[in-house]
C-alpha cells in the first residue's frame, strides 16, 4: 500500500464492539485496510455497516423481490428512491421509510425528522414533492406513555409537514400491545419529476468541486445510524444525542434552491441528501457509485459548534443539509442561488480517480478508506440468516372456530359500536387534523373521499393514487399470506379509488434478524410481499428495513411490512369515492362471505382471543375481484366502492353510510354464521352501491367474468337494519366513530 | 387585474395562489421576491400563507421586516389593494395594516378542516358579489388563527363594517360549536377601515377549483374582479 498512514489513534476491538461492529467485521475492516483503522475510519466502518447503511442481514432477500416493470425508470437501490412513469412525460418518486428508534425516545423529533429525512430523498432526485403519507403504531392507547408518544408523534410530522408545505393526504394508525415500548413511524413522500430532468447520486468529473448546503453542522444525531440498529433499552433515553433536531423552514428553503439549481442551471454533476451517517455517508455512497473519489477537507464544513472532532464532523446527522457535486467553472451560478436562499453553503471536496474517500482535517490526513468498501454491492458485509419457524405457530394452529359460540341479532349492535369505538376503526379525525392535507390544492379526497388519497398531477390530466397499509397482526399469523394480504389490500385501496396499481415501496419493520424466529418472518413476509408484488404487477421500486423493533426484555413487534402504493388515473378516467349516494340503490357484495374469524378486531380486540390465523385469502381471487372492480367503475356502473377490511363487512357499510348520513337494510347471506358476517375479515371483498336500473347489467358483466358476487341489499335515507331487525340510527353509530379518538386523547 | 403574490422564505401557498388568479380567473399574476423593493405596478398584492421566516418569534412578527413590506406599506397607505390570508393576514396584522393580532388557537393545535364562514357585509371589494349570512364551505389550516383585538378596535370594527367573515355553522348561525379556534366573536375576517387591506384566515384559494370538487370560494375572487372593474 502506497497511502499515506492517517494521523490519530487507532482503534481497538473493545471500541468496535462498542460501537456495533463484530469482532469479525473489525478483522475485516483491517484486512481492507491493510492495517489497524483509526478510531475515526473506524467509526465510518461502524456507521457504514451498520444494518440501516448496508442492509446487510437483509439484501439477500430483497433482492428476490419483482423489480421489473413497463414503468420502472430507476431500479430499486439504484437511487435515493423510486421512480415510475406516469405518462405526458413526467414521472413519479416515492418513498417509505421509518424513524421509528428515534420517535420512540424523542417522539416529536423523531417524526419530525422522519418527515424531513423522506422529503429530501424525493427532491434530492429532483422530484417536486406534492403529497405524503404515514403509517403510525402504537401500544395500548390507554396507556399514558402511549399517549404521550402519540401527541408527540403527531405534532412532530403536523408541525414540520405543515411547515414545509406538502400536504399529507392520508395513512394509518393501529394500536396494538405489541407496540407498546416500540413504536413504528413510516414516512412516505411522493413527489413528481419530468422524465430526464431526474438528478443521480453521482460525484463524476475529477476535480469538480463538492458543495454542502443548508444547515451547519452539529454534533446531534452522532452514531444515529448505528442507534437504530440496536435493541431498545432501558437506557436508551441516555442516547438522547442520537436523536436529531428537525427545522422545516431551512428543509423548505433547501427544497426551493435544490429545484431552482436543477431547473434554472445545468451546474449539476449529482447530488445526495444527509441522512444517516451524514457527510460520511453521502460522500462515499456518491464517489463509489462513480467509481471514482473524494477528497474532503472537514474543517471547511459550516459547524454550529467549535471544537468539533472529526469523527463527529463526519457523522453528525444534523438534519436539512445537501451534498451537490457541481460541474467546475459553474461555482458562481450555483453560489447565487445558496445566497438568495440565505443558505449556508461551503465547497467541502473535490472529485478524485483514487477510489478512496480521503478526509482531512488541520491539514492532516485522518481518514483513508476505499470507497467501495463501505458500500452496499462493494464491501459491506452480507449475511445469510439462520431461520426457524416460530414456535408461537402451534398455539395459532389450535384455533377452533367452533370453540366460538356465533352471537346473535339482539347482541351485534353492542359489538358494533365496541368496533366503532377501537382506535384501530375508529375515525382519525383527531390525527389528520393536526396535519395540512389542502396545501398545494391537489388533494381530491378532501371532498370525496375513497379508499386511497387522490392528488392530481397539476400540468396534466391525471391523478394519482397512493395508500400505505398493513395488518400486522396477519403477518403475525403467517408471515407469508398476511405480507400478500398486505400488497392486496393496498392495490384493493387503489382500485376501489378508480386508480390502476402501479408500483410499490415497502417498509419492512422487524424484530432482531439474529433471532431464527423473527428472521423466520422476515423471510417468508418477503416471500409472499414478492409474489403478490408479482400477481398485481407492482414492482417494487425501493424502501426501507428497519430491524430490531423490540425491547431487550420483552418480545419482538408483531412483523410490520408495510407497503406504499402509487396508482395511476389516466386522463378521463373516474374518480371513485367509497361513500353512498343515494336511498334505494343496491348493496352488492363483490367477492364472497366466508366462515372466518381469524385474526378480526371482534376475535382480537372484543372477545380477547390473542392467537388465531390469519384470515381466508386467495391471490387469484383478489386479482380477479380487483379487475372486476375496475371494469365496473370504468364502464360507469356504480355509485360508490369501499372495500372489506378492519372490523368486517358492518365497519364497511357503516363506514360509506357515515360520509353523508345515509343508512342501509341488509340481509345477512344463507348457509353464514352471524358473527364472520358482520364482523370476519376475510379477504377478497368490495362492497358496492349501485343504482338499480343498472343492476342488470352490473350482473351480467359479474356473470361474464365469473366472479362470485351477493346482493346484501339496500341503502336508506337513515337508520341500519340487519335481517329486518333495528340496530339504530346511523348517528348512533357515527358519533361513536368521530368523537371515540378524541375522547381518549384530549 | 395584474396581481402580485409576495414570496416570503418559508412562504407555502404562494402557488396555490398563483394558482388561482391566473388559472382559474385568468388574472396576469407575477410573484414577488421579498428581498425586492418592487411591486411591478400590481394593482392586488397578495399575501400568501405559509410559515415566513419559520414562524420563529411570533406567525409574521418577522416577515413584517423584510424589504418589500415597506412597500406594501406605502402601497396601501395610497389606497392600493392588500389581500392577505392565513399567514398574510397574520403578517398583515403585524405590519399594523389591519387591526388586532391572531393568537394560538384556543386548542392549542394546528388544525386542518373545512369550516362554514358567511360574508357579513357585501360593501367590500371581495365581499360585494356574495349573499350576506349564507354559509360557505371553506378550509382553514392554522395553528395560530384565533382572532383578538381589543374592546376599542372591536367597537370601530363593528361600527365600521369592517368584520367582512364570521365562522358559522352549515345554516349561517355564528354558534361556539362553528368556531374552530377561538376566535373573538367568530370573527374569521376584516378589512380596515379604508377598505383596501383585507385579511382573513381561511383559505379561498383552496376552493376554487371544481377537480377538488368545492368551489365555494369562487365568489370572492368574483367579487373582486367584478368590483375592481367597476373602480
Redesign the interface.
Known amino acids: 500500500m502506497s497511502q499515506m498512514q492517517p494521523v490519530g489513534n487507532l482503534a481497538t476491538l473493545e471500541q468496535a464492539t462498542q460501537l456495533g461492529l463484530r469482532p469479525e467485521e473489525f478483522e475485516k475492516i483491517k484486512e481492507i485496510l491493510g492495517r489497524t483503522p483509526t478510531f475515526t475510519e473506524m467509526s465510518i466502518y461502524s456507521v457504514m455497516w451498520s444494518e440501516h447503511c448496508s442492509y446487510k442481514n437483509s439484501i439477500v432477500w430483497l433482492k428476490t423481490l419483482p423489480k421489473e416493470g413497463e414503468k420502472m425508470l430507476a431500479k430499486a437501490g439504484e437511487e435515493n428512491a423510486g421512480l415510475i412513469d406516469i405518462g405526458d412525460g413526467l414521472a413519479c418518486c416515492f418513498k417509505i421509510e421509518s424513524h421509528n428508534h428515534p420517535s420512540a425516545i424523542e417522539p416529536y423529533q423523531g417524526a419530525a425528522t422522519g418527515v424531513g429525512g423522506i422529503n429530501r430523498d424525493i427532491f434530492s432526485m429532483g422530484a417536486r414533492p406534492i403529497a405524503q403519507m404515514n403509517s403510525l403504531r402504537f401500544g395500548n392507547i390507554e396507556n399514558e406513555r402511549t399517549k404521550w408518544l402519540v401527541k408527540g408523534v403527531v405534532?412532530g410530522i403536523?408541525?414540520y409537514g405543515?411547515?414545509?408545505?406538502i400536504p399529507t393526504v392520508g395513512g394509518e394508525v393501529y394500536f396494538d400491545d405489541c407496540y407498546q415500548i416500540n413504536p413504528l413511524v413510516n414516512a412516505m413522500s411522493v413527489g413528481i419529476a419530468k422524465v430526464g430532468k431526474t438528478v443521480s447520486a453521482i460525484a463524476e468529473g475529477v476535480g469538480n468541486p463538492v458543495y454542502i448546503y443548508g444547515s451547519a453542522t452539529g454534533k446531534d444525531g452522532i452514531h444515529g445510524a448505528a442507534f437504530a440498529s440496536k435493541d431498545i433499552t432501558e437506557d436508551s433515553a441516555k442516547d438522547l444525542p442520537s436523536v436529531q433536531v428537525g427545522?422545516?423552514?431551512?428543509e423548505?428553503?433547501i427544497l426551493e434552491a435544490t429545484m431552482e439549481l436543477l431547473e434554472t442551471t445545468d451546474a449539476v454533476v449529482g447530488m445526495q441528501d444527509m441522512g444517516a451517517a451524514g457527510i460520511t455517508c453521502s460522500t462515499s455512497e456518491m464517489s463509489a457509485k462513480s467509481g471514482t473519489g473524494m477528497k474532503v477537507w472537514l474543517d471547511k464544513v459550516p459547524m454550529r459548534q467549535a471544537g468539533m472532532k472529526d469523527w463527529e464532523v463526519l457523522l453528525s446527522e444534523s438534519q436539512e443539509r445537501m451534498l451537490v457535486v457541481v460541474h467546475k467553472g459553474k461555482e458562481a451560478e450555483v453560489e447565487k442561488i445558496f445566497k438568495?436562499?440565505?443558505l449556508t453553503y461551503a465547497v467541502i471536496g473535490e472529485v478524485t480517480d483514487t477510489g478512496r474517500v480521503q478526509y482531512f482535517m488541520d491539514g492532516e490526513l485522518r481518514a483513508d478508506i476505499p470507497g467501495e468498501s463501505l458500500v452496499l454491492g462493494g464491501g459491506a458485509p452480507v449475511y445469510h440468516r439462520e431461520y426457524k419457524e416460530p414456535r408461537y405457530f402451534e398455539e395459532i394452529n389450535k384455533f377452533d372456530l367452533n370453540q366460538i359460540a356465533d352471537i346473535d341479532l339482539a347482541a351485534a349492535p353492542a359489538v358494533a359500536k365496541a368496533l366503532m369505538a377501537h382506535p384501530n376503526i375508529a375515525s382519525k379525525r383527531w390525527v389528520?387534523?393536526?396535519?395540512?392535507?389542502?396545501?398545494?390544492?391537489?388533494?381530491?379526497t378532501?371532498?370525496?373521499p375513497s379508499d386511497a388519497a387522490v392528488v392530481?398531477v397539476?400540468g396534466s390530466n391525471r391523478s394519482i393514487a397512493m395508500t400505505v397499509d398493513c395488518n400486522s397482526r396477519f403477518v403475525y399469523a403467517d408471515p407469508f399470506k398476511g405480507a400478500m394480504i398486505a400488497v392486496a389490500e393496498a392495490a384493493r385501496n387503489l382500485v376501489c379509488s378508480g386508480a390502476e396499481p402501479a408500483g410499490v415501496t415497502n417498509c419492512l419493520n422487524f424484530g432482531n434478524p439474529y433471532n431464527p424466529e423473527v428472521y423466520y418472518q422476515f423471510v417468508y413476509a418477503i416471500k409472499g410481499m414478492g409474489e403478490a408484488c408479482k400477481k398485481f404487477d407492482t414492482p417494487v421500486t425501493g424502501g426501507n428495513v428497519s430491524f430490531y423493533n423490540q425491547s431487550s426484555d420483552d418480545n419482538a413487534v408483531f412483523p410490520t411490512p408495510t407497503i406504499g402504493m402509487v396508482g395511476l388515473l389516466p386522463k378521463g378516467s373516474k374518480h371513485m369515492t367509497l361513500n353512498f349516494k343515494q336511498a334505494g340503490d343496491v348493496i352488492v357484495m363483490l367477492g364472497q362471505t366466508q366462515n372466518d374469524l381469524g385474526c378480526s378486531h371482534y376475535l382480537a380486540h372484543y372477545l380477547k382471543v390473542a392467537q388465531s390465523p390469519a384470515p381466508w385469502f386467495d391471490l387469484d381471487q383478489e386479482y380477479n375481484m380487483q379487475q372486476a372492480v375496475l371494469k365496473l367503475i370504468g364502464a360507469g356502473l356504480i355509485q360508490s366502492a369501499h372495500d372489506v377490511s378492519e372490523g368486517g363487512l358492518l365497519t364497511c357499510l357503516l363506514e360509506s353510510a357515515f360520509v353523508d348520513n345515509f343508512g342501509f337494510d341488509i340481509q345477512q347471506t344463507a348457509g353464514s354464521r352471524l358473527d364472520a358476517f358482520l364482523f370476519g375479515e376475510a379477504q377478497g371483498r368490495v362492497v358496492v352501491s349501485i343504482n338499480p336500473a343498472k343492476l342488470a347489467d352490473v350482473e351480467s358483466l359479474l356473470n361474464r367474468l365469473n366472479l362470485s358476487f351477493e346482493k346484501l341489499g339496500t341503502v336508506s335515507a337513515n337508520g341500519i337494519k340487519v335481517n329486518g331487525v333495528d340496530f339504530g340510527s346511523t348517528a348512533n353509530y357515527s358519533q361513536i366513530y368521530n368523537n371515540s379518538l378524541a375522547s381518549q386523547l384530549n | 387585474m395584474k396581481v402580485g403574490v409576495i414570496v416570503f422564505?418559508?412562504s407555502?401557498?404562494d402557488?396555490?395562489a398563483v394558482?388561482?388568479f391566473r388559472d382559474q380567473f385568468g388574472c396576469e399574476t407575477v410573484k414577488l421576491w421579498h428581498?425586492d423593493n418592487d411591486l411591478q405596478a400590481c394593482d392586488l398584492i397578495f399575501l400568501p400563507?405559509?410559515?415566513s421566516?419559520?414562524?420563529?418569534l411570533r406567525s409574521g412578527a418577522i416577515a413584517r421586516f423584510s424589504p418589500i413590506m415597506q412597500n406594501v406599506i406605502d402601497f396601501a397607505a395610497k389606497g392600493g389593494l392588500v389581500w392577505g390570508v392565513c399567514n398574510g393576514f397574520q403578517i398583515l396584522c403585524e405590519s399594523q395594516l389591519l387591526p388586532g393580532a391572531l393568537l394560538h388557537n384556543d386548542h392549542q393545535?394546528?388544525?386542518?378542516?373545512?369550516v362554514f364562514i358567511k360574508a357579513n357585509t357585501t360593501e367590500s371589494l371581495i365581499t360585494s358579489n356574495l349573499t350576506v349570512n349564507t354559509a360557505l364551505q371553506i378550509?382553514i389550516?392554522h395553528?395560530e388563527g384565533r382572532y383578538y383585538c381589543d374592546e376599542a378596535n372591536l367597537l370601530k370594527l363593528k361600527s365600521n363594517n369592517q368584520i367582512l367573515f364570521t365562522y358559522c355553522d352549515a345554516n349561517g348561525n355564528e354558534t361556539d360549536g362553528s368556531n374552530p379556534n377561538g376566535s373573538l366573536q367568530n370573527i374569521a375576517g376584516i378589512c380596515n377601515e379604508k377598505r383596501n387591506v383585507f385579511g382573513m384566515m381561511p383559505?379561498p384559494?383552496?376552493a376554487v377549483?371544481t377537480?377538488?370538487?368545492?368551489t365555494d370560494g369562487r365568489g370572492l375572487f368574483q367579487s373582486l374582479l367584478a368590483s375592481f372593474e367597476l373602480v
Open positions: 405534532k403536523g408541525n405543515n411547515a414545509f408545505g427545522d422545516p423552514f431551512w423548505k428553503l438568495k436562499w440565505d389528520y387534523n393536526q396535519y395540512d392535507s389542502m396545501v398545494g390544492t391537489v388533494n381530491q378532501t371532498n370525496a392530481k397539476k | 422564505p418559508g407555502n401557498c402557488e396555490d394558482a388561482a428581498k400563507g405559509g410559515f421566516y419559520g414562524d420563529y393545535k394546528f388544525n386542518c378542516k373545512n378550509p389550516a395553528g383559505h384559494e383552496r377549483d377537480e377538488l370538487y368545492n
